[in-house]
């Protein structure tokens, strides 16, 4: 039974880490720059913090591309984990004795699975922390712009890599 709770805790939080990457892109983008700038000259510390990063295209780009990849890792991670613990979970419900039963069971319990996790995907890890940070942009990039700029420090290299990829610059014409 421990097993099952520490799954469950672990399907849960790539959910939650994939809603706060979500509503910390969402956030940042739907800000009110008003807000967040009277904020700031009342003393705020993180609604300079905000402020900064909407200020700076370079540090608004990282941000940007942090909560990308995070949303990309914890969806993966999802996927990956989730899908293989609950399809064994409903394969075992189904699970016969014979081989073709056994077969068609972990079918069954991989479409189950992953059904019930992009429902919950869909719903807890993009939905609901979108309409929440939109509802209460300035409060919700203040909160997470903290958390985001963190896991931006520990993952820069992946970051910048990703950032300076041709596909992410738009292409230099050269003059002739």
Known sequence: MTDAFVAIGLILLFLLANG??????????????????????????????????????????????????????????????????????????????????WIAAHTVGSVAAVTILTYAHILLGEQVPKTLALQSAARTAMWVSPIIEAIEKATLPLVVALRNSRGCHPRRRREG
């Open 20 to 101: 706060l990457f979500v509503a910390a892109e969402f956030a940042i983008v739907g800000a009110p720059r008003a807000t967040l700038e009277h904020q700031a000259s009342l003393g705020n510390r993180l609604a300079r913090r905000v402020v900064a990063i909407l200020d700076n295209a370079r540090r608004r780009n990282r941000y940007l591309a942090t909560t990308q990849i995070g949303v990309s890792l914890a969806s993966l991670g999802l996927g990956m984990y989730g899908e293989h613990v609950i399809a064994s979970w409903i394969a075992s419900w189904l699970e016969p004795l014979d081989l073709t039963r």
